[in-house]
């Protein structure tokens, strides 16, 4: 038996075997290779020659060690070792192999035993290779991108979902949650439905449902918790299914993204047009209403004049109702004498030039023609144009020359109704010196006393005070024309400072820097006094707080000084006059239009806005000239340039105030503040023969510094009118030391007498002047003579 095989192999087998090598050895599509046990090449068929590129005589004989690689030599485990291990008898091995030409093929091979058929006995290997080096290297394509996806999936800035078929998440991103806070083993509905707002779960899941059902993508926004901040925040989602090639679905990609700034910024777009659309609704409706309830006429009309349209005041204002105005001429509406006027304003409408205001009579329904300032405009194939009836402004234009003398009469009288609380307190202040100067001359006449000659002269000096500011006050009042004559306006302010001391009122202080070498100038001094008197009441408005007026006199030669940076005043010799006050100022726009009729800052029912206009139209009668210089918040200067006049006339002498001494010697020490100097001497001469030791200052501030000096005080007696610091101030402040404090309040004002009646407290009283002394000493005894109850129960 053994030789009969041996004969085989000698002879090439037998007929089946040659006819297995030949089917064997003709496969080109795989390499077939048989090994003996030694592990050496039996047959090598033309599958492993196309495949490897060694011809079958250079391998029979040899091992397969050049088909592999060193490494894979080294490193596996030899083929027929692993074929024997397995029970099957056969391995299988995807690895590198070597071609004849050195290059590398990826191998897939089986290595199985091969056993004789009739003695089973194991007489060697075969081995099947295929090259698959396409195959791996597409797998190796696959997992590189599956690797790159997933890193770009893992690291993405968006939620990315993975489904089965059926809608069950299979994958969720990191990002999801990081951002949401679940845990991570969270992929159920049921989990992550918990991280969508309550509000949009039910829409989310029927939507989701819905695309599983139809098998169509999906997208819809919703709101996630973001768990750093718990705020909820929107994204937008889409669903996609992912098909095979037979177009069934295998699995589901959702993808989520981050759109809460592209929400946020489309709310506020949204919000922006409905609040545009508002606004233009709104414009629209407040177009409508001005068309409607205008008194201004208003017209649409075509480039032939012909009227398009026109609003309710043609009706109100004209007579003509819309429908017998629409589709008629213009033209045929114009005053006769305007005619000319109002086509050639048509004629440049028609080449698209706007026309500015122009007058153009109109025709009223009666008959009668209306003097009207038109404007138009052409546009969008149509000209608009609107109308200002000036009647009744013509009209009063005109009238206005006659009244001008009344408006100067009704500016001079709200200047006296300025001047009636100072005048009151004035006068007050006179008729107290005049009668109590008579008391004690009475007095003294009665004791056989003859020294009675400083208390005559003090009553001539206030009676004839008293008669020079009611010969002022006649002044301001009547009625007159200009009656220019020379004077001298330092005199003349000088003399009108006690009056504008009453009138500025106490938190107002009064600055005077005149120059004593004047120049004389030629206007009406009663207009001039007048123009002070305003400004000067305009400079106290301005400083409600209180701050200072100063009245400047000065020479101003142009020329000389070279003024040229104003040439509103040409070069010559001026007297200049300037009112300031520091208060409020005005801007440059306020500035520009003090001097026109009727403008004024002040509120309703406080001015005329006659004054500055009433100012301007004097000094330039006078041949003058005015200029403001003015700042916000820097106060106001008022300049009033009056020509020099050479024919000088001499000013009458102001006389001075008469003073009287006072004597003191009594058992109780009373404190006179009084700053009319007459009214002071008369109350300490008065409260000295009493047998009272009488101290005196003329202002509250001196009253207060002597109060607190004083170490022993039983009464005040104080005028409340003080400037500066008033009479009531000064007993409040002396009363955070000295509360058992007694003082008599006096006053000339009718509104601080009632004022101060309601306010009383105790230790005080109030006297009115005038007054007589006999009513002055009895209050003064009663309030020494009081009792300490009043303290005790205050």
């Keep these: ?37 030694d592990m050496r090449v039996t047959s090598w068929n033309d599958g492993a020659v196309a495949l490897m590129g060694w011809t079958e005589r250079e391998m029979l004989g040899q091992t397969t060690e050049r088909m592999f690689t060193d490494e894979d030599n080294a490193r596996h485990v030899p083929e027929q070792e692993a074929a024997q291990a397995r029970k099957t008898g056969r391995s299988e091995d995807e690895r590198w192999h070597r071609k004849a030409d050195g ?6 091979g089986i290595m199985m035993r091969f056993e004789d058929e009739a003695t089973g006995e194991h007489i060697g290997y075969l081995k099947i290779l295929r090259d698959h080096t396409a195959q791996h290297e597409a797998e190796a394509r696959a997992h590189a991108r599956e690797a790159q996806f997933r890193a770009l999936v893992e690291k993405s800035p968006q939620m990315t979902f993975f489904a089965n078929a059926s809608g069950d998440f299979t994958y969720i991103n990191p990002y999801w949650y990081d951002y949401t806070g679940r845990p991570r083993a969270a992929m159920a509905v049921d989990d992550w439905i918990e991280a969508v707002h309550p509000a949009d779960r039910a829409t989310v899941v029927d939507t989701w449902q819905r695309a599983l059902a139809t098998g169509a993508g999906c997208e819809l926004e919703l709101r996630f918790l973001r768990a750093s901040d718990r705020s909820w925040r929107w994204f937008k989602a889409q669903a996609a299914p992912l098909r095979d090639d037979d177009g069934v679905i295998e699995s589901w990609l959702v993808i989520a993204f981050d759109i809460d700034l592209v929400v946020a910024a489309r709310n506020d777009l949204s919000r922006s047009q409905r609040r545009l659309e508002s606004a233009v609704a709104e414009r629209t409706a407040e177009r409508d209403r001005l068309w409607r309830l205008s008194n201004d006429l208003m017209f649409v009309m075509n480039f032939d004049g012909h009227v398009q349209s026109v609003n309710p005041a043609w009706t109100r204002q004209l007579g003509w109702a819309s429908e017998e105005l629409v589709g008629r001429d213009m033209l045929r509406l114009a005053h006769p004498d305007d005619i000319g006027v109002a086509a050639a304003v048509l004629a440049r409408l028609r080449k698209g030039f706007p026309a500015p205001r122009f007058v153009c009579r109109c025709r009223h ?14 546009g969008e194939g149509v000209i608009h144009g609107l109308g200002l009836d000036l009647t009744a402004e013509t009209q009063a234009l005109a009238e206005l020359e006659v009244a001008q003398d009344a408006l100067r009469q009704a ?35 009665a004791r056989g006393v003859h020294d009675i000659d400083r208390y005559v002269r003090m009553a001539m000096a206030s009676a ?16 007159q024309p200009l009656a220019p004559k020379s004077l001298n306006a330092t005199a003349l302010v000088q003399g009108l400072s006690e009056l504008l001391i009453r009138t500025l009122g106490e938190n107002v202080r009064l600055e005077l820097a005149t120059a004593r070498d004047l120049w004389s100038t030629r206007c009406d001094p009663h207009q001039l006094e007048n123009a002070i008197l305003n400004l000067a009441i305009n400079a106290r408005d301005a400083m409600p707080e209180g701050g200072t007026v100063t009245i400047i006199t000065e020479n101003l030669d142009l020329q000389a000084d070279d003024y040229s940076w104003y040439p509103a005043v040409p070069a010559g010799r001026y007297v200049s006059l300037t009112v300031s006050d520091t208060g409020v100022g005005m801007t440059a726009e306020v500035a520009s239009k003090a001097f026109e009729p009727f403008f004024t800052t002040k509120p309703f029912g406080q001015g005329t806005g006659l004054g500055l206009s009433m100012i301007y139209g004097f000094t330039r009668q006078s041949n003058g000239y005015i200029k403001i210089f003015s700042e916000p918040g820097k106060g106001t200067s008022v300049r009033l ?4 006049c050479d024919d000088d006339e001499e000013e009458p002498a102001v006389e001075g105030p008469i003073t009287i001494e006072a004597r003191a010697t009594a058992p109780a020490t009373v404190l006179v503040v009084e700053d009319n100097p007459e009214v002071r001497v008369l109350v300490v001469d008065v409260l000295t023969d009493m047998g009272l030791e009488v101290l005196r200052a003329d202002d509250g501030t001196a009253g207060l510094a002597m109060i607190e000096a004083a170490p022993k005080l039983d009464l005040v007696v104080t005028d409340i009118g003080l400037p500066g610091l008033n009479g009531r101030q000064m007993i409040d402040a002396a009363r955070t030391r000295r509360p058992e404090l007694k003082a008599l309040l006096m006053t000339g004002y009718a509104e601080s007498a009632v004022a101060a009646k309601q306010q009383l407290g105790p230790h005080t009283e109030l006297i009115t002047k005038p007054f007589a002394m006999h009513a002055l000493s009895e209050k003064v005894v009663a309030m020494l003579a009081a009792t300490d109850t009043t303290e005790e129960t205050s």
């Design 103 to 108: 290059s590398l093929y990826w191998g897939s």
């Design 464 to 479: 004839n005070r008293a008669a020079a500011l009611t010969h002022r006050l006649l002044a301001f009042s009547r009625r």
């Design 641 to 644: 340039y009056l020509p020099r």
């Design 365 to 378: 329904k009666d008959g009668t023609y209306r003097t009207l300032a038109w404007t138009a405009l052409p």
């Design 1 to 37: 038996m053994d030789g009969g095989n041996d004969t085989a192999r000698a002879t090439g087998g037998s007929a089946d075997d040659r006819i297995a090598r030949a089917v064997l050895k003709s496969a080109t599509d795989f390499a077939i290779i048989t090994q003996g046990l």
């Design 411 to 445: 500016q001079k009288m709200e200047a006296v109704g300025q001047l009636t609380g100072g005048i009151a307190h004035d006068f007050n202040n006179l008729l107290a010196g005049i009668l109590g100067a008579l008391e004690v001359i009475q007095r003294q006449t």
